[in-house]
């Protein structure tokens, strides 16, 4: 499977644990590549920023019938995931199940590199001990 290059970039900089977000200049809206416009206000003036690589599950849902690829590995679980930075990404969960998790649990946003093609974007669940104490900072 062929990617554009602006995947390739994308997930390369998250498995160095540098994922990057688009921020606009004008408003300060991010989003994700691949972007030359800003969603929310129609600026061009977007530039790289860094993505914490954590969010909470919005929604997520088990897969059981999958596309050949991906034969041999369902049931997996699905979960898109609101980063802390507002961008909205989708990605396998890893290391839990569906029955683990719920919607508003904290996850981290990771890579797995994969021999029939190009790097999937993963999910796993954050650790206990690194969870926020229910304080939310809503600036
Ligand atoms: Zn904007």
Do not use: N
């Amino acid at each position: 499977m062929t990617v554009p290059a602006w995947y390739d970039t994308f997930t390369d900089a998250i498995a160095a644990g540098e994922p990057q977000c688009l921020a606009c200049a004008a408003c300060g809206d991010a989003s994700l590549p691949p972007r030359q416009v800003c969603p929310a206000c129609g600026s061009t003036e977007l530039t790289a920023e860094p993505l914490s690589g954590r969010g909470t599950i919005l929604s997520f849902t088990e897969i059981s019938v999958t596309t050949p690829k991906f034969h041999g590995e369902t049931p997996y679980t699905v979960v898109m995931s609101e980063l802390d930075e507002g961008v909205v990404l989708s990605g396998q969960l890893r290391e839990a199940t569906a029955a683990d998790v719920a919607i508003g649990e904290p996850v981290v946003l990771d890579t797995e590199t994969r021999a029939d093609g190009p790097a999937l974007i993963t999910f796993r669940p954050a650790d206990a001990e690194a969870t926020d104490t229910g304080d939310r900072d809503d600036a």
